[in-house]
């Protein structure tokens, strides 16, 4: 079926290369270990499996960077990151974090 005249083209995402999925792991690495340690968690829209490896990778750097066990649960539309229920976090409540990469 052919796209009647005047209505608009459907949304196409184009998908990330390869530097761009490094840079947008590398920026979103501090942005989301604040998050994680002044309100305990990170949520975010992920509507494509894209984005949900995208954030499944940056929990892993924040994992790593934290040195905290941190798990990520995606339902298709939503990625939340946050500590792992299994480990007491005594990161949570402290103020500002000074992440480096």
């Keep these: 079926m052919g ?3 005047g209505t608009p083209a459907a949304f196409q995402r184009s998908p990330l290369s390869a530097d761009e999925k490094v840079r947008a792991e590398v920026n979103f ?6 998050a994680l340690v ?3 968690r990170f949520e ?3 509507d494509s499996l894209e984005l949900v490896e995208l954030f ?3 929990a892993r750097r ?3 960077v934290l040195r905290q066990p941190v798990v990520t649960y995606a339902n298709g539309e939503v990625v939340v990151i946050t500590f792992d229920p299994e480990y007491p976090s005594v990161l949570m409540g402290e103020g500002t974090l000074a992440v480096r990469d």
């Design 3 to 5: 796209q009647l005249s």
């Design 29 to 34: 690495v501090p942005y989301v270990a604040q």
């Design 38 to 40: 002044a309100e305990g």
């Design 44 to 46: 975010v829209t992920a």
């Design 56 to 58: 499944q990778n940056v």
């Design 62 to 64: 924040v994992g790593e």
